[in-house]
T-cell receptor, first 114, second 114 residues
Framework: AQSVTQLGSHVSVSEGALVLLRCNYSSSVPPYLFWYVQYPNQGLQLLLKYTSAATLVKGINGFEAEFKKSETSFHLTKPSAHMSDAAEYFCAVSEGTGGFKTIFGAGTRLFVKA | GAGVSQSPSNKVTEKGKDVELRCDPISGHTALYWYRQSLGQGLEFLIYFQGNSAPDKSGLPSDRFSAERTGGSVSTLTIQRTQQEDSAVYLC????????????FGDGTRLSIL
């Protein structure tokens, strides 16, 4: 069965600092991996996704993530944090076999300090 | 174009009452998902519909929860005999179908059980 673990329920960075949000997955088949962002009182929006093409995936708002099969990881990074990046971030995994069910991690709330 | 629409945005009801939550997916999207988001719990998969296939109900927490999708479009999530632990934000998402396809989320229904 597939699962997702996000390390750190809260991450705090200073404006301009590197953002690193960690995600590890478990899947019995090659997975499809996603990062979504949720702003207060809103639904989730797609940041980026990995679908077995390039292992380094670039998304919106300067975010990127690297798929590392050997580490079963899909960490999200951004070189320089902006105040507007403060939100909750969810990593998700889905498998192409047996249906389209998507499993989400518990989320990491990002705080950006001025 | 219109995104995923959920109604009501907020619902307050008394313990033991039945509630219905509605989701209007993006036109043409064949897949529809329901999730429950509790504070600090991430997104909990409830059910998904894909075209005319039998829905995957594996995430429904009890037989008090049910969902239907009429005409391959609008979906209703029904919770019978509500309990206080049902208080959460219920999110609906739709997609074109497929494990590698990103989901588009509504803003959710915040359900409070008194």
């Amino acid at each position: 069965a597939q699962s997702v673990t996000q390390l750190g329920s809260h991450v705090s960075v200073s404006e301009g600092a590197l953002v690193l949000l960690r995600c590890n997955y478990s899947s019995s088949v090659p997975p499809y991996l996603f990062w979504y962002v949720q702003y207060p009182n809103q639904g989730l929006q797609l940041l980026l996704k990995y679908t077995s093409a390039a292992t380094l995936v670039k998304g919106i708002n300067g975010f990127e993530a690297e798929f590392k099969k050997s580490e079963t990881s899909f960490h999200l990074t951004k070189p320089s944090a902006h105040m507007s990046d403060a939100a909750e971030y969810f990593c998700a995994v889905s498998e192409g076999t047996g249906g389209f069910k998507t499993i989400f991690g518990a989320g990491t709330r990002l705080f950006v300090k001025a | 174009g219109a995104g995923v629409s959920q109604s009501p945005s907020n619902k307050v009801t008394e313990k033991g009452k039945d509630v219905e939550l509605r989701c209007d997916p993006i036109s043409g999207h064949t897949a529809l998902y329901w999730y429950r988001q509790s504070l600090g719990q991430g997104l909990e998969f409830l059910i998904y519909f894909q075209g005319n296939s039998a829905p995957d109900k594996s995430g429904l927490p009890s037989d008090r929860f049910s969902a239907e999708r009429t005409g391959g479009s609008v979906s209703t999530l029904t919770i019978q005999r509500t309990q206080q632990e049902d208080s959460a934000v219920y999110l609906c998402a739709s997609s074109l179908g497929g494990a590698m396809v990103a989901q588009h989320f509504g803003d959710g229904t915040r359900l409070s059980i008194l």
